[in-house]
C-alpha cells in the first residue's frame, strides 16, 4: 500500500501515469474484496448445501416387533379334573418334536397326594361320628320310648281306676283321683315329647356327620382325579411351542399353573401369521389391507411380504402397570419358508401407513420459521430467498410440499440467513400431518 501511495502522488507525467495505473490496481482490489464479501454473505449459495426440489413418491411407514404363531394350533392346558393351583414338575422343551400320546408335562403330586391323605382321615373321623351318633341316637330312643310307654300305661290305669261317680266316692278321693289323671296326662305328653326332640336333635347331628363325609368323599373324588391327570400328554404329533406371558417369556419348572390355564400348543405349521404390536402413538393411518415387510430376527435373509389383516380395536399395555399402550395386529404372509420360519421367532415388521406417488417432497430439515410462517428458502438469481410454504403429510425425514415450490427449485438444506456453524447447531423443523417415529420416505 506505501508502494501505491507514493505512486500516486509521484510528480511529473509518469508519476501521474503510475498514479493512474495505481488507482485501477486498487479499483481491482477493492472491487475482489466487496465480491468476496458477496460470495460469502449469509444468502450467498457457497455457503449452503442446495437440493433440487422433484417429485416422487411418499411413502410413511413404521416399525413394529412380535412373534410369529400358527393360524391354527391345538391347545395344551392344565386339565380342568385339576380344580386346584398346581405346581409344574417337568416341562417338555419349547420347540422339541412330540409324538402322540407322549407327556408334554407333569405336575407335582405332593400337594394332590397329601389331599388324598387327608380326604381319607376325614372320611373315617366322620364314618366313626356317624356310628358313634346313630348308636346314641338309639339308646336315647329305647330310654325315652320306655318312659313315653310307662306313661302311657300309668295314664291308661289311671283311667280304669277313676273315682267318678259321687254316689260311691267321697269328693275328697274324686278330686284326687282327677289330679291323678291330669298328671299321668302330663307326664305322657312329656315323654312323647322328648322322644321326638330327641329325634329331630339326633337326626340333625347325624346329618351334619354327614355333610363331613360328603366333603370327605369329594375331597378323595378330586385328589383320585387329579393324581390320574398330573399327566399332559401331547394330543398328536408336531411341533411343541410353550405359551408365552406378557413379558414374552415360557412357563418354568416350579411355576404354580390354574385349570384350564393354556401352557403351550401344537402348531400347524403349513400356515403361519405374523403377530406384532404397534405403538398408539404411531398407528396413525394403520388399517387392514395395508402392506407390510416381515424379516425374522437374528436370522439374515430376505424380507417377505404381507399385508395388515386385523388390527385390535383398542390399543393395550404389553407390560402390567405400563402406561405405554399398543395395537395389537396380524399380519398374514404372502408365501412361507418353512425352512427359515418356525413359530415363535421374534420378527420385525416394517408397516407401509402411507404411499403417495407423483407428489413434492423435500428434506425436513429445509424447513425454517420466519415470522411466524414457514419457509423453505430458494435460489433465486444467484441469492435465496424465503419462500412461504404450505406443509402436508410428513415422515422423520420427508416433508410434503403442497404449496409453495415446483419441481426444478433449489432450495437450501440449512438457514443461509446465519452462519454456518450456529445454522449446523440449530437445523431447521416442520411440522405437519401424520408424523410419527420410526416413519421414512422415498
Not at 136 to 157: F, M, W, Y
Not at 166 to 179: K, T
Not at 242 to 248: I, K, P
Not at 298 to 320: C, F, I, L, Q, T
Amino acid at each position: 500500500m506505501n508502494f501505491l501511495r507514493r505512486l500516486i502522488i509521484r510528480p511529473g507525467a509518469r508519476g501521474g501515469f503510475y498514479g493512474a495505473g495505481a488507482l485501477a490496481l486498487l479499483g481491482v482490489l477493492l472491487a475482489g474484496v466487496v465480491e468476496r464479501d458477496r460470495l460469502l454473505s449469509p444468502f450467498s449459495p457457497s455457503t449452503a448445501a442446495v437440493a433440487e426440489v422433484t417429485r416422487g413418491r411418499f411413502v410413511r411407514e413404521v416399525t413394529a416387533t412380535g412373534i410369529l404363531k400358527a393360524v391354527k394350533a391345538t391347545p395344551i392346558v392344565v386339565p380342568v379334573d385339576i380344580q386346584q393351583m398346581q405346581k409344574v414338575a417337568w416341562l417338555a422343551k419349547d420347540g422339541a418334536a412330540v409324538k402322540a400320546g407322549e407327556p408334554v408335562v407333569l405336575f407335582d403330586p405332593t400337594d394332590m397326594e397329601k389331599d388324598l391323605r387327608d380326604g381319607k382321615a376325614d372320611r373315617e373321623s366322620s364314618q366313626n361320628k356317624i356310628e358313634k351318633t346313630a348308636a346314641a341316637n338309639r339308646r336315647t330312643a329305647t330310654g325315652l320310648s320306655l318312659d313315653r310307654d310307662i306313661s302311657r300305661q300309668e295314664l291308661a290305669d289311671a283311667e280304669k281306676a277313676a273315682a267318678k261317680d259321687p254316689n260311691l266316692f267321697p269328693r275328697n278321693e274324686i278330686i284326687e283321683s282327677e289330679i291323678d289323671r291330669g298328671l299321668f296326662q302330663k307326664r305322657s305328653e312329656a315323654a312323647e315329647g322328648k322322644l321326638s326332640t330327641s329325634a329331630r336333635l339326633g337326626a340333625a347331628e347325624l346329618s351334619l356327620n354327614e355333610i363331613e363325609r360328603s366333603k370327605a368323599d369329594i375331597l378323595i373324588r378330586q385328589a383320585e382325579r387329579g393324581l390320574s391327570s398330573l399327566r399332559v400328554l401331547a394330543p398328536h404329533d408336531g411341533l411343541l411351542v410353550l405359551e408365552r406371558n406378557w413379558r414374552g417369556q415360557t412357563l418354568n419348572v416350579g411355576e404354580p399353573v390354574w385349570p384350564g390355564q393354556k401352557i403351550a400348543e401344537i402348531p400347524d405349521l403349513s400356515a403361519l401369521e405374523v403377530k406384532v404390536y404397534v405403538l398408539e402413538s404411531d398407528a396413525g393411518g394403520l388399517e387392514v389391507g395395508r402392506a407390510a415387510k416381515v424379516s425374522i430376527e437374528g436370522r439374515p435373509g430376505p424380507e417377505y411380504g404381507a399385508k395388515v389383516s386385523r388390527v385390535d380395536v383398542v390399543a393395550k399395555p404389553r407390560e402390567w402397570r405400563s402406561p405405554i399402550k399398543y395395537f395389537e395386529t396380524i399380519l398374514t404372509l404372502e408365501r412361507m419358508d418353512p425352512a427359515a420360519m418356525k413359530p415363535g421367532q421374534n420378527v420385525r415388521a416394517r408397516i407401509v401407513l402411507e404411499d403417495i406417488p407423483g407428489i413434492i417432497t423435500i428434506p425436513r430439515g429445509a424447513i425454517f420459521e420466519k415470522d411466524g410462517k414457514r419457509v423453505a428458502y430458494r435460489l433465486d438469481g444467484g441469492r435465496f430467498s424465503p419462500v412461504e410454504v404450505a406443509i402436508g403429510h410428513n415422515s422423520l425425514s420427508r416433508v410434503v410440499i403442497e404449496k409453495g415450490l415446483q419441481p426444478g427449485d433449489r432450495i437450501a438444506l440449512r438457514d443461509p440467513t446465519r452462519p454456518a456453524s450456529e445454522a449446523l447447531s440449530s437445523p431447521g423443523s416442520a411440522g405437519g400431518k401424520g408424523a410419527a417415529p420410526g416413519e421414512r420416505a422415498k
